[in-house]
């Protein structure tokens, strides 16, 4: 009974300065089951994540009393990224794409909601650590069960994409993103579990990863208290690291038993060394809490440290040019190297091997914003441009880059207002490290730390699109902003929630209500074609009938009616195929699959002039596709298009294109 008495008293005590901490943990909560369903990539799993934020959030303002006001940063941080949430659905109106406009505004809006949770309302500074601290921990746990279950499998390669681990969520480098968003913070806040997460990292085998981790390292130090334990414990950590890199990476390249055996070995040796390494770490703590170091000893530690990097550097730099020559001439072969097409998969590490299509990825992006530099192409709006565009045979969906991917799908107008916010934010957290002493200085610097690393790899990626990696950068950056020190509400009456007088609640509710319908629409009409697609073959009727709703939920989108197509040309319905597929294009006008479909359907029936018409405009909007190329040929021969054949090579081509 004590004990449980002083726990009741200790979480009401919490609950008295930190009302909205069981709020803050729902969407911490939501946050970690994004992590273990595909990054939240699919619109079936991040759009409920969303509504349920949402509700969070209208809960916290209609409900949970503002003790003390946010600094002044917080605030306009958080209508900052409002604005480019709705600047991104004002772009719907531009855009070519309008249903993939609609998700990516969307998407915005879900990180404007989670930025203001985790900020606007106080935490005290160990409750802040608590939250991040705990996320990371839980995404720890979660490599660790997909670490296991990969070792523990007599053939692993359902984890492995490509040679790297993709589990679980589908895609090497976020994946590496995930594991190093949850680094971190564990190796501020003191956790045990760096050496397990960089290892999960590195088997992802990402270049971007790589070349991040040099960049965020030298933000963590600057922005971490107490730097001198920090460094020890991350060169502690690296040693660990060091010691797994042989077996990690011989996973690469292996596939059936080979592999197996291979991840077992990583395993073996990756569970050890964390556990080692804890123990030191644990021994040292207990040492450092009874050996007080005095001012004079800490400051002689620190420049004693700060020599032997400078000199570990100069050191470092002379060996390199004696082996090597200029670092220049290196520097330009890699730049080289990048912009050339991706050497072949192969040999016993990706990491060294720099040819990717990102340079041309990059190109079109620039492009579309020179194009259209005030507003952007839209939300969203990349693939078709690269389709006509680009110079290699890949389809990406999204630019590559965080940078480029604003610049030019919201234009200088989005730009800015998404550096306010940023801007803003960090303005905030930076007081939070400064002002603040122990866990609050910790959690502020930890959260700023998870979201730099978010940003600075996502420099050469498409995070942005991942809502778990996004949410978990938003929400850790706005717990970073809400340690900023307050101002205490002086109050007469009773404490009030943020939002208060009927119409102002009025006003809020409906916008809620607005992103509630804006949320439900796509996640619902998602669910309808994912009915659909599971019982076409037994029951048409369901299936067409399911699609009809998507499409009603989704009336910006092409996705229902090109489903619909699909299924009744495979059941011998022509005339209806033809229909949905002409009101695909109605919503879609540039969508080159849809005029390959129709223009092939309308050669088969006989109005061969009005079906070279079409498949020479889907030529124009993906000009290296040769199964267009070639249905266009056979066309102009007169001859009949096998449409069932031409679908069978677009969905081995997606296949191995991926996402």
Not at 225 to 254: E, N
């Amino acid at each position: 009974m004590p004990v449980g008495r002083a726990l009741s008293q200790s979480s009401r005590g919490a609950l008295s300065v930190s009302p909205i901490l069981p709020v803050v943990a729902l969407g911490a909560g939501a946050l970690a089951v994004l992590a273990a369903s595909n990054g939240g990539f699919f619109a079936t799993d991040w759009y409920p994540a969303a509504l349920f934020s949402l509700g969070l959030v209208l809960v916290a303002a209609l409900a949970v009393p503002l003790l003390r006001a946010p600094t002044r940063a917080v605030p306009v941080a958080c209508l900052a990224l409002a604005a480019y949430a709705a600047w991104s659905y004002l772009s719907i109106t531009w855009s070519a794409q309008k249903g993939d406009a609609w998700d990516g505004a969307n998407r915005t809006a879900f990180y404007a909601l989670l930025f203001a949770l985790f900020a606007l309302w106080p935490l005290r500074a160990r409750l802040a650590a608590g939250v991040i601290g705990g996320l990371a921990l839980v995404v720890a746990a979660i490599g660790l069960v997909e670490l296991l279950r990969a070792a523990g499998a007599a053939d692993p390669s359902g984890y492995f994409i490509d040679g790297r681990f993709a589990e679980p969520v589908g895609y090497a480098n976020a994946n590496a993103a995930l594991w190093s968003a949850a680094f971190w913070p564990c190796v501020v806040l003191g956790s045990r579990r760096e050496v397990l997460l960089a290892g999960l990292a590195l088997m992802g085998q990402s270049r971007g990863w790589l070349f991040a981790l040099p960049v965020v390292a030298v933000i963590f130090l600057i922005v971490t208290p107490q730097r001198v334990r920090t460094t020890l414990t991350l060169l502690l950590v690296l040693a660990g690291v060091g010691v797994t890199i042989p077996s990690v990476l011989d996973v690469y390249d292996k596939s059936g038993r080979e592999l197996g055996d291979a991840m077992s070995s990583a395993a073996g040796t990756m569970l050890p060394a964390a556990i080692v390494t804890g123990a030191v770490a644990g021994l040292a703590a207990v040492a450092d809490r009874r050996v007080r170091a005095s001012p004079a000893l800490a400051r002689r530690a620190a420049l004693a440290l700060a020599a032997a990097g400078v000199f570990a550097l100069g050191a470092g730099s002379i060996v390199y040019v004696a082996d090597r020559g200029s670092p220049f001439t290196d520097i330009a072969h890699a730049w080289n190297q990048f912009k050339t097409l991706p050497t072949p998969h192969g040999g016993s590490s990706r990491l060294g091997r720099l040819g990717s299509n990102r340079y041309d990825f990059w190109r079109v992006a620039w492009g579309r914003f020179t194009h259209a530099p005030i507003a952007g192409i839209g939300a969203d709006n990349f693939q078709e441009a690269y389709l006509r565009l680009g110079r290699s045979r890949e389809q990406p969906r999204y630019p590559h880059s965080l940078e480029l991917r604003t610049l030019s799908q919201t234009g200088l107008v989005g730009t800015l207002l998404l550096i306010a916010a940023v801007v803003a934010a960090l303005m905030a957290a930076a007081r939070g490290m400064t002002r603040r002493r122990g866990p609050g200085a910790a959690a502020a610097a930890a959260g700023v730390a998870t979201f730099a690393y978010w940003a600075v790899h996502g420099s050469g990626d498409w995070f942005w699109e991942f809502p778990a990696l996004g949410g978990i950068a938003f929400a850790s950056l706005g717990v970073a902003a809400g340690l900023a020190p307050r101002v205490a509400i002086l109050r007469a009456e009773p404490r009030r929630p943020l939002v208060g007088g009927w119409p102002v609640v009025a006003a809020v509710s409906g916008a809620a209500l607005l992103l509630a319908l804006s949320f439900a629409g796509p996640w619902l009409s998602e669910r309808y074609i994912g009915q659909a697609v599971g019982v076409w073959t037994t029951n048409s009727a369901r299936a067409f009938d399911d699609l009809d709703s998507a499409s009603s939920l989704d009336p910006l989108s092409a996705w229902p009616k090109l489903f619909a197509g699909s299924i009744a040309l495979r059941l011998g319905r022509i005339a209806a195929a033809e229909r949905y597929f002409s009101q695909a294009l109605e919503r879609d006008p540039r969508d080159a699959y849809s005029r390959l479909e129709l223009g092939a359907l309308t050669v088969n029936s006989g109005r061969r002039a009005e079906g070279v018409a079409i498949l020479a405009s889907a030529r124009r909007l993906e000009p290296r596709d040769a199964i267009a190329r070639r249905a266009l040929r056979l066309a102009l021969r007169g001859q009949r298009i096998d449409i069932a054949a031409i679908n069978q090579e677009i969905a081995a081509h997606a296949r191995r294109l991926g996402r």
